[in-house]
């Protein structure tokens, strides 16, 4: 989590906020409803921000049906291949 607020206050400094980074870590994925929900902001603004993350590499966007979910791939991979030495 902590490399990921550095590259994004480093990379997307007007876009990075705590309440949008604890809303990538809060699960694996989100959704344009969970940062609408999250942040209180619109779902057009809630869509750019994704997106954005998305083309800078932040997050993966995936399409099921008619709707998009964006993947924390660094938190998922902790998730398959947790790194040693941590138990």
């Known amino acids: 989590m902590a490399g990921m607020k550095h590259h994004m206050r480093e990379g997307l400094p007007k ?3 705590q309440d949008l980074l604890n809303n990538l ?3 694996p994925y989100t959704r344009i409803d969970y940062v609408v929900q999250d942040l209180g902001v619109t779902r057009q603004t809630a869509a750019k921000y ?3 993350l998305a083309s800078h590499g932040f997050v993966r966007k995936h399409q099921a049906g008619r709707h ?3 993947v ?3 938190l998922v991979g902790l998730f398959i291949d947790p790194p040693e030495g941590n138990g």
């Open 25 to 27: 870590f809060r699960h």
């Open 15 to 17: 876009l990075y906020s």
């Open 68 to 70: 998009n979910y964006y």
């Open 72 to 74: 924390n791939a660094a």
């Open 50 to 52: 994704l997106d954005t």
